[in-house]
């Protein structure tokens, strides 16, 4: 099966400009989760999409970030207006629907995207 | 404090030396993670653990729900081995997952 695909791999933009990051779960997959990684620092959770909807978006630094997942499918997640402080790994992750015993499904990783704002 | 606490952070090793990394949490869980991460690369789950230990190859889990500590191991290692190796937890409170810092760990030919 195709795995957890971002685009874009790297984005370099400036100070105020805007930027959106995409992310291709595995297919059937209703869980999809966003997280970001500054640097030298633990990876933390941004939000949680299970199908179209938000599920858990406590993560979510600011109303600066917007993420979408029209559909049920792909998901976007927009920096607008992006500042230095954004940089960093956005990584994208999606599992299955939790059993009906409630058992965790893997979580499947995308590559990231390196987003840098200068 | 971080809800998850990795160590060591860093961790130089010879090729074929036994090797532990130690994850402890302090949230309630409902499964645990193994993720690796090579350099400039993406991440890969090695394991998914709720209670006991899983083996794959030369790599071993071991989780103590009890004690919220969780280790993972890896026999004979190798340079490819050569990774930062992250330990995720689900919160059994919600569908949050907590990360720790990361493991970095060079093998040396």
């Known amino acids: 099966e195709a795995g957890v695909t971002q685009f874009p791999s790297h984005s370099v933009i400036e100070k105020g400009q805007t930027v959106t990051l995409r992310c291709d779960p595995i297919s059937g997959h209703d869980n999809l989760y966003w997280y970001r990684r500054v640097m030298g620092k633990e990876i933390k959770f941004l939000l949680h999409?299970?199908?179209?909807?938000?599920?858990?978006e406590s993560g979510m630094p600011n109303n600066r970030f917007l993420a979408e997942r029209t559909g049920g499918t792909y998901s976007t997640l927009k920096v607008q207006p992006a500042e230095l402080e954004d940089s960093g790994v956005y990584f994208c992750?999606?599992?299955?629907?939790?059993?009906?015993?409630?058992?965790?499904?893997?979580?499947?990783f995308g590559n990231g995207t390196r987003l840098t704002v200068t | 404090k971080n809800e998850v606490e990795q160590s060591p952070q860093n961790l130089t090793a010879q090729e074929g030396e036994f090797i532990t990394i130690n994850c402890s949490y302090s949230v309630g869980i409902s499964a645990l993670h193994w993720l690796q991460q090579h350099p400039g690369g993406g991440i890969v789950s090695l394991f998914m653990?709720?209670?006991g230990k899983k083996k794959h190859g030369r790599l071993l889990a071991t989780i103590n729900i009890q004690e919220k500590h969780s280790s993972l191991h890896i026999t004979a290692s190798h340079p490819r081995d050569s990774a930062v190796y992250i330990c995720?937890?689900?919160?059994?409170?919600?569908?949050?997952?907590?990360f720790g810092t990361g493991t970095s760990l060079t093998v040396i030919p």
């Open positions: 653990l709720s209670s």
């Open positions: 995720a937890v689900r919160s059994n409170t919600g569908n949050q997952f907590y």
């Open positions: 992750a999606s599992s299955q629907e939790r059993g009906p015993t409630g058992a965790d499904s893997p979580l499947h």
């Open positions: 999409f299970v199908k179209e909807s938000k599920q858990d």
